[in-house]
DNA sequence: ACAAAACTAGTGTATATACATATATTGTCA
DNA sequence: TGACAATATATGTATATACACTAGTTTTGT
């Protein structure tokens, strides 16, 4: 739906301010599109994201700070994250020997099988760009990074 | 910055796992810009973007639900923001006479105020695209229009 | 006319996030 | 070595959000 639609507004001062309102409204549209896709496997995609960075790490662990680096949204939170991943039993965490104000956090079996299992129905959540064709999503790639230079 | 080095990731299996990731992270780079901008303000960007919904009816009042079907991200919790608005005057509420299950909401000279300070610097929030030029711009905004339907 | 359905706003609970701060541990350097 | 800075993680507080639910009001259908 063309924004000015969506939102019930008939025009934008600028190109500018309508890409920014574009873009807030778009995430928010994608964040709701994945917080449904990701509800059946009773994770947030917060935690999803935890997961896919420990699953990159795996067979070795990874501290919170590098968890956090890696994050997408970066934050003050992935502690509290893995204790809720913790919680759930898709992750382990013990104290570093090598630096004991580190954290090794670990994925578990159980956290793996998870993954394996949301893999196999990413092809639903990647579906949501189905509206656009390779080229135009190479295209909105390019330009998403550029934008943030 | 290129998205694989944002989150020091080799490389995605799809073009799709990279735009659905790549929106993700843009749009949590540019939250995190825009609470920066509108801190000075003492608001948030839902605060402000209720605000806008209410000066574009202004000298009309608009209902919570008006206002919670034109917000950028669509949610339940419009109630919340306006009361926090009307803690910080820049909101009045009162019953609405031709149905008492709706309420009145309406910006004060006070709030019309605020939106005046912020639209003076919004060139400085809307910079955060100087990154792309016009056509770049255009394109984008058209590609997210396109992505969402 | 009146009972049921639909609507409007608000609230309770859980999660996520920003920011500041606390606590414990390690590193540095005079 | 001993004081102090730097680092890693955790926590307190405030805000925002999703979802389910409540209470009051209006509309609908017979």
Redesign the pocket.
């Known amino acids: 739906m063309k924004l000015e639609d969506a939102i019930k507004q008939i025009a934008f001062k600028s190109e500018e301010e309508r890409l920014v309102i574009n873009l807030v409204y778009t995430s928010?549209w994608l964040?709701?599109e994945q917080?449904?896709f990701f509800?059946r496997f009773h994770?947030?995609s917060?935690?999803y994201n935890v997961l896919r960075i420990l699953r990159g790490q795996y067979p070795n662990p990874a501290?919170?700070?590098?968890i956090?680096e890696r994050?997408l949204?970066?934050?003050?939170?992935?502690?509290?994250?893995?204790?809720?991943l913790k919680q759930k039993k898709l992750i382990k965490?013990s104290e570093?020997s090598?630096?004991?104000?580190?954290?090794d956090?670990l994925v578990t079996q159980e956290g793996l099988l998870l993954l394996e299992e949301i893999d196999k129905l990413s092809n639903e959540m990647n579906g949501i760009c189905d509206t656009l064709n390779l080229k135009e999503k190479k295209i909105l790639n390019e330009l998403l990074d550029k934008l943030r230079n």
Chains 1, 2 share one sequence.
């Open positions: 928010g964040s709701s917080n449904r509800k994770i947030s917060q935690q501290s919170v700070g590098l956090q994050m949204d970066k934050m003050s939170n992935a502690s509290r994250l893995i204790e809720k965490r570093c090598k630096d004991r104000r580190q954290v956090v």
